[in-house]
């Protein structure tokens, strides 16, 4: 049986601890975009609600994890389309919701955050699908993504 402390790490609490700001706002982004996804609501709705849940004082990863939610949002179509272009043999609905959203906030961060590194970029997905999804996801998403990489480039 699990015991409380093990149950911190899946929930967040001693994995976000050790996050740097960026992980930690890319981890609620993938946390909205997630929601929005599985139960087919706009993302802009979904993100206000969880802010309004925030207590006070809000985190100071808040503006990235908005600017990562509101920027896949504003170029979702050409997000998906990247995505499906470049996941040989997959389409977007076959892809665990965990990994395509993964995906989605690697390839905003490749193709309209010029502030982020491209290897970064990938690497973070890489690493929280490492902690967050299947065995070959991070295999996966380090593919697709160094594809789309190479086309941004």
Do not use: C
Request: charged share 25%; net charge negative; proline share 5%.
């Amino acid at each position: 049986m699990s015991s409380p402390s093990s149950w911190s790490s899946f929930t967040g609490g001693d994995v976000t601890a050790a996050m740097t700001a960026r992980r930690k706002a890319r981890k609620r982004a993938l946390d909205v975009l997630y929601q929005a996804d599985l139960r087919g609501e706009p993302r802009a709705a979904v993100l206000s609600a969880y802010v309004d849940r925030l207590e006070e004082p809000k985190p100071q990863y808040l503006p990235y994890t908005v600017t990562l939610v509101e920027g896949v949002d504003a170029h979702a179509e050409r997000i998906d389309e990247l995505l499906a272009s470049y996941a040989e043999g997959w389409t977007l609905q076959r892809m665990p919701v965990v990994d395509r959203n993964l995906a989605r906030i690697a390839v905003y961060e490749l193709i309209y955050n010029d502030e982020i590194d491209k290897a970064v970029a990938i690497n973070e997905a890489v690493e929280l699908a490492e902690t967050l999804s299947t065995d070959e996801s991070p295999r996966f998403l380090n593919g697709i993504l160094g594809r789309i990489a190479d086309y941004a480039a």
